[in-house]
């Protein structure tokens, strides 16, 4: 294959056509698909290919720990006293450390990754990503700069499974980001283990930069009204925030992600290296598009976002992942306004158990 064409974008109709392709010559190759329905050829072939350091857990944990305390302290020391003291309201009070945290520590992790692809030039991953595969081996060295990127970040979703379940408020795809961060810590840990950090490295730099301005957003949106008064420069951020989440998520989400990661892990893996049998093919593969379907699922509320504000229905950014829970806070609210009501109503209702009462023990004196 010539240089120039490690670098081609393939488009939408080539991509299918070749993961089709390189799933055929996977068969060819292994006789079955590298992910057997018997459990004993993925662990075999797991022991055989893996290459996961107990070192490397330790250091997953460790940090996990420390992620839960950093948040833990920030949200105490700084956040919520924060959004207390520009007098959010109560419910937005608990939503905007969250918010920040993340917006925080996306931040970071994607400066970082435009560090190691783009800045630093030891790399050329993001530019040329179908010659990525040409010399994996089992076991290879991972570089520093990579290494550094996988235990984070691997780390930071096994502390995001405790904070959805303990510190995230509620919404109503919890159980679909549970699912995402199990989904995501097995991809980047069997990519790790594997060798495949290269292609895990793309996959990483395409999704976090539209979380930046998704935080970003949400914290503006829980800025807007405190202590009574409305303020518009914080809808105007959101607005900017908004069309700028919604630009990248459809720029690295679903443009660049399935031209360079889709395509390279399942065409150019297997047609551009026939001598070499990838373990997991068809496992990794797998995982990635369901991470694509998952993308796809999530672009659907900013197109209902868009919807709305194309029929009059919201003329102002918020979270509508967030509708239904607080729907149902609301009705329990009501609900028990309504209790309330009910119970005055009755003690003054000519027919309770008190005025009846009473009004027997009158007629008996008469």
């Avoid at 609900?335 to 003054?348: P, R």
Wanted: with cysteine.
């Amino acid at each position: 294959m010539e240089e120039d064409q490690f670098s081609y974008m393939p488009s939408y109709w080539e991509i299918i056509r070749g993961v089709y392709d390189g799933y055929v010559e996977t068969q060819r190759q292994w006789g079955n698909p590298p992910l057997s329905t018997a459990p004993g050829v993925f662990w075999r072939c797991l022991l055989k290919f893996g290459a996961f350091d107990p070192v490397d857990i330790l250091y997953i944990v460790v940090l996990a720990v420390m992620w839960t305390m950093i948040r833990y302290l920030l949200t105490w020391t700084v956040l919520t006293p924060f959004a207390r003291w520009v007098q959010m309201t109560s419910l937005n009070q608990k939503k905007f450390p969250e918010s920040a945290w993340k917006a925080l520590f996306y931040s970071c992790t994607w400066l970082y990754s435009c560090y190691v692809l783009l800045w630093c030039g030891e790399f050329d991953y993001f530019q040329r990503p179908l010659a990525i595969w040409q010399d994996w081996a089992p076991g290879m060295e991972v570089p520093t700069l990579v290494y550094i990127m996988y235990m984070v970040q691997l780390s930071f979703y096994l502390h995001s499974v405790y904070g959805t379940l303990f510190m995230d408020h509620k919404r109503k795809d919890t159980l679909v980001m549970l699912f995402h961060h199990f989904l995501t810590m097995s991809l980047i840990g069997f990519s790790y283990a594997c060798r495949y950090h290269k292609i895990g490295t793309l996959v990483l730099f395409t999704h976090d930069i539209t979380d930046i301005a998704l935080e970003i957003t949400k914290c503006n949106v829980y800025m807007k009204n405190r202590g009574g008064k409305y303020y518009a420069l914080h809808e105007y951020i959101s607005q900017a925030g908004f069309t700028c989440f919604a630009v990248g998520w459809a720029l690295f989400r679903l443009y660049w992600y399935p031209l360079k990661c889709l395509y390279s892990a399942g065409y150019a893996s297997v047609m551009y290296n026939p001598s070499m049998k990838l373990p997991f093919h068809f496992f990794f593969n797998s995982m990635l598009w369901i991470l694509m379907v998952l993308n796809i699922y999530w672009f659907m509320f900013i197109v209902n976002f868009l919807y709305k504000v194309a029929t009059g229905q919201m003329n102002e950014v918020d979270d509508v992942r967030e509708e239904e829970v607080e729907e149902q806070v609301m009705q329990k609210m009501k609900s028990k306004q309504n209790n309330v009501k009910a119970g005055g109503d009755f003690k003054n209702n000519d027919l309770s158990p008190r005025r009846r009462s009473a009004r027997t023990q009158g007629r008996k004196d008469d």
